[in-house]
C-alpha cells in the first residue's frame, strides 16, 4: 500500500481517505451481523392506499411510503400492468414502461381535446427555447420528419399505381 501511495502522492488530494482514523465517517454506526437478516428498524407507518399502486415484483410489499400517485387508465395503464409482471432487469419491464410514457403524452393531449383545451404541444416541449438556442438539431429533426414523410407518400403513390397496372 505504501508503494502505491508513493507512486501517486505527486497527485494533490491522493489517499486522503486511505487511513479510516482521518475519515469523518467511519465509523457511523457498528453494526452486527444480526442486521443482515432483515429489518433491524421499526418500519415507518404504512401510507394509506387508497388508488392502485404497480411495484416491482421483485419487493415483497410495496414501500411503507410512495408519494401521491395516479392510478393507471387506459391503454397506457395497461401497458403498465403488463410490465410490471416482469422483473426490473428484463426489457419486458422497462420497454413496455418507454412505450407507456408515450401513449400516455397521446392520452393526455386526446383528454385535453375532449375537455374543450386545445394543448399549445410547441411550448409545452419547449420549443422555443430549443429555436433561441439549439435551432441546428430543431432543423435536423424537421428534415428527417420531411424525408420520412416523403417517402412514405412515395412508396405509397408507387403502390397504388403499381395496383393500377
Do not use: C
Amino acid at each position: 500500500m505504501e508503494d502505491l501511495a508513493k507512486k501517486f502522492e505527486h497527485i494533490k488530494g491522493w489517499g486522503i481517505d486511505a487511513d479510516p482514523k482521518n475519515d469523518p465517517t467511519y465509523p457511523m454506526k457498528k453494526r452486527t451481523n444480526a442486521e443482515h437478516a432483515g429489518y433491524t428498524w421499526d418500519r415507518p407507518t404504512q401510507q394509506p392506499i387508497d388508488v392502485e399502486v404497480l411495484h416491482s415484483n421483485e419487493r415483497p410489499n410495496i414501500t411503507a411510503v410512495f408519494g401521491g400517485t395516479v392510478p393507471p387508465s387506459g391503454l397506457s395503464g395497461k401497458l403498465r400492468r403488463y410490465a410490471f409482471q416482469y422483473g426490473e432487469s428484463s426489457y419486458g419491464h422497462w420497454l413496455p414502461l418507454l412505450l407507456a410514457d408515450r401513449v400516455n403524452v397521446v392520452e393526455g393531449i386526446i383528454d385535453d381535446l375532449k375537455k374543450g383545451h386545445v394543448p399549445n404541444i410547441f411550448a409545452e416541449r419547449g420549443m422555443k427555447a430549443s429555436w433561441k438556442h439549439d435551432r441546428s438539431t430543431i432543423m435536423k429533426k424537421a428534415a428527417i420528419g420531411i424525408f420520412a414523410i416523403a417517402a412514405i407518400a412515395a412508396w405509397k403513390l408507387g403502390k397504388k399505381s403499381g395496383e393500377r397496372d
